[in-house]
């Protein structure tokens, strides 16, 4: 058996790694955000350095190919002044090599102080960090840079941040995330950190085919027709739609996706005048959003990039000092 | 060699024994319970003062992954496990490699088991060649080779004529037919139960209906064919109403249940823990109620180890990519006792399970103490605890999602045709 102790806390509750944000408390998500905030003012300086995580490698372990999320974190932990070591590791099930326990034993022999590891397995970085821990080297801080379909942690919690720049309160907003739930880590981590917030409302938008069995257990109200799910909703979160999802048994085509899933102009209306709508990236236009709201003043799609660097400073600082 | 097992607790439900009673054995066989046979001289005595003695346990699914498999496991390995169990009577699915497909494998696997401290061995044949779903076996000889049942092991027969075909060969002979009843299609890429916990944990999910819409295919061509059909390792609440209510129109099927079953659900996947991922996959704990309370009302006929060893390798990887299966021999007695604690069941109901029943399934004789049968029988201390640790587990599967658990029910003794197979006086 696992212990049932939640693996990312120490004995003290305190932040160990970053695997999840489900169960994680209300004060270690808003201790994040607030220590993201000073950083944003960091990248406006001309000397956009900061010594916290000065002589620790930062070891990106990417099994999964991503451009925006290894850069962000690079960019993070660089303005941090660690060293970054990127790996790109290809695990497609043709080039069967090193298994994943020994590739982490061979880069904690080079003495890394972090791993940043994105995998196509859900509950890899748990394997890794338990892994750590059975061999005494729990010292080396794990975060998930996304894993399978389970969690994205950083993500949800830039998410938080931009949500409590343009709305403050968390305790008074209905929330929307549309799209494909089943597939999306993101949609996981977002709802358990609006959850654990204290947002009363969170809602998921889809069709039943892209909505995971029981994910009203999660704590949300589910819409499977997107203009009643919008009505009134202050805050509109996106999904992007994984191409190998389109055209199959999932879906009969992008068209009718979009005609009614996709958010345009119109159906944003029956959201709250000042509503934000949001987007993890990479967006596909046309098949899940309307370039006409992406390029609109109600969308905060970029501002959320740039507060995912400072976000993802914040939780590297704290792992680094914990 | 006579030996007299004495002043232990005779629990033996087929003939109705429950009660402090001495046990005597010669030529390997009982020669009597109860009383001493004229002129007994005992070559050996045991002395079963505050244990259980019971007819050795007869198990419907453990994997000796011979041939092919022996970095999992061995015969050598597992047959000490099985001992150290108290089982002395198994059946192994034919997801061997090869699998028991032809007369030969099973020949060999028959005589490579032929050992006094080794439990007998039932083979289960295949039913299809390679287990591919296409051709027949040569079921009628791979019986007399020793197999007594046909199956799949955890692969389906996806072309439903060839399952006909194969119904109506088998009842041709009055083979019994066992499978899993769990449908490819449904359960596609699926490692975990369809839901809340695979919601959460982004884990592809398999419906209960794959478990369903199988058993409605099983159970219509076994009403077609008057084939005798075991189900395997039932997991869910509505496969087990299934059962019973096909059962009730006359359609001869029985069906067993593993014993993590009855202990866990999809809770227990925890935080990924690969030694929760079993095949069929651990379901609600509504389907783990269902499963205990028709185990004891008999609605599932027999409990089973489902031991299936694998080796650290295939267990050390993200829970999705690990290889289902747990080691089962030597923790069916303690989780059977924990079962039978926990519902109330005194031994005399709870034991027929794994031993009288399940010979039952089988079609052997054994799971009785019964004069004249063979001496396979087991010798337990109820009380004595164990933490189950890599340690302890003879097998050479380590894994279990037992670990760490502390449960009651020492075997003491195994004899098998009355040869003293296990001695664990002194652990």
């Known amino acids: ?322 | 060699m006579k030996i007299h097992i004495k002043n232990g607790h005779v629990v033996d439900p087929f003939n109705g024994i429950d009660r402090i009673a001495d046990v005597f054995i010669a030529a390997g066989r009982i020669a009597a319970v109860g009383y001493e046979p004229a002129g007994f001289q005992a070559n050996s005595v045991i002395d079963a003062n505050g244990l259980v003695v019971c007819p050795g346990l007869v198990d419907l699914a453990a994997r000796l992954r011979e041939p092919g498999f022996e970095y999992k496991a061995t015969l050598d390995s597992e047959m000490a496990a099985a001992a150290a169990g108290g089982v002395t009577s198994l059946a192994c699915p034919p997801d061997t490699d090869p699998p028991l497909d032809e007369p030969g494998l099973v020949q060999m696997l028959k005589y490579r088991a032929r050992h006094p401290n080794f439990a007998h061995v039932f083979p289960i044949g295949a039913l299809t060649v390679k287990l591919a779903g296409e051709r027949l076996t040569e079921m009628a000889e791979l019986a007399e080779a020793g197999c007594v049942a046909f199956g799949q092991a955890n692969t389906a027969v996806l072309d439903t004529q060839v399952l006909l075909r194969a119904f109506q060969y088998a009842a041709t002979f009055d083979f019994p037919v066992w499978l899993q009843a769990q449908d490819p299609y449904l359960a596609r890429a699926g490692v975990a139960h369809d839901g809340e916990v695979a919601a959460r944990l982004g884990l592809t999910g398999i419906p209960v209906a794959a478990e369903t819409v199988a058993l409605a295919t099983i159970l219509q061509l076994a009403r077609e064919t008057g084939a005798r059909v075991h189900i395997n390792r039932i997991s869910s609440r509505i496969g087990l109403e299934m059962i019973v209510s096909a059962r009730a129109a006359g359609i001869a099927a029985t069906c067993d249940v593993g014993v993590h079953y009855l202990h866990l659900c999809e809770n227990d996947v925890g935080y990924f823990d690969p030694h929760a991922r079993l095949d069929p996959p651990l379901r609600a704990q509504s389907d783990r109620d269902a499963l205990r309370q028709g185990l004891a009302d008999g609605s599932i006929d027999a409990l089973c180890s489902d031991h299936a060893p694998v080796d650290d390798d295939v267990k050390q990887v993200p829970f999705a990519e690990a290889e289902p299966g747990a080691t089962g021999l030597e923790l069916l007695l303690p989780l059977t006792l924990k079962w039978a604690s926990e519902m109330k069941l005194p031994l005399s109901r709870a034991l027929p399970r794994i031993t009288s029943d399940a010979a039952r399934i089988l079609g052997v004789p054994a799971g009785t103490l019964s004069v004249g049968s063979a001496a396979d029988i087991c010798v337990f201390d109820p009380q004595a605890t164990l933490r189950i640790s890599r340690e302890t587990l003879k097998s050479q599967g380590k894994n279990t999602p037992f670990i760490g658990y502390e449960l009651a029910g020492r075997v003491r003794y195994t004899l098998i045709d009355g040869h003293l197979a296990y001695d664990g006086s002194w652990d």
């Open chain 1, 1 to 322: 058996m696992n212990s049932a102790r939640n693996p990312q806390l120490n004995r003290d509750g305190g932040l160990q790694h970053l695997l999840t944000i489900e169960g994680l408390p209300r004060e270690v998500i808003t201790a994040i955000l607030d220590t993201a905030a000073p950083f944003t003012e960091v990248a406006e300086r001309e000397v956009k350095k900061l010594p916290l995580l000065r002589g620790k490698s930062v070891f990106n372990l990417f099994f999964e190919n991503s451009t925006r999320t290894r850069t962000t974190f690079e960019i993070a932990a660089k303005r941090l002044s660690a060293d970054v070591i990127n790996l790109n590791i290809n695990t497609s099930s043709t080039t069967k090599g090193e298994t994943l326990l020994d590739t982490v034993d061979n880069l904690a022999a080079m003495q890394a102080d972090m791993f940043v590891v994105r995998h196509a397995s859900s509950g890899a970085p748990y394997l890794i960090a338990q892994h750590l821990a059975a061999t005494g080297r729990d010292h080396i801080r794990v975060i998930n840079a996304g894993d399978g379909r389970h969690a994205h942690p950083t993500q949800g919690l830039l998410d938080m941040y931009t949500i409590r720049h343009y709305k403050k309160d968390f305790t008074n907003l209905t929330v929307a995330i549309v799209g494909d739930i089943l597939h999306s880590r993101v949609a996981r981590s977002q709802i358990h950190a609006l959850t654990t917030l204290g947002v009363p409302e969170v809602r998921v938008i889809g069709p039943k085919t892209l909505l995971p069995t029981d994910v009203e257990r999660l704590g949300v109200r589910v819409f499977n027709d997107m203009r009643s799910g919008l009505r009134g909703v202050d805050v509109v979160m996106m999904l992007r739609l994984q191409n190998e999802r389109m055209n199959g048994a999932l879906l009969p085509s992008t068209q009718e996706f979009f005609k009614y899933y996709g958010l345009t102009l119109d159906k944003l209306e029956l959201a709250k005048p000042d509503a934000i709508v949001m987007h993890p990236g990479p967006m596909n236009r046309g098949v899940e959003i309307d370039s006409a709201v992406a390029d609109g003043p109600h969308a905060v799609i970029l501002p959320q990039v740039t507060f995912g660097i400072a976000v993802r400073m914040a939780v590297m600082s704290m792992l680094a000092r914990s």
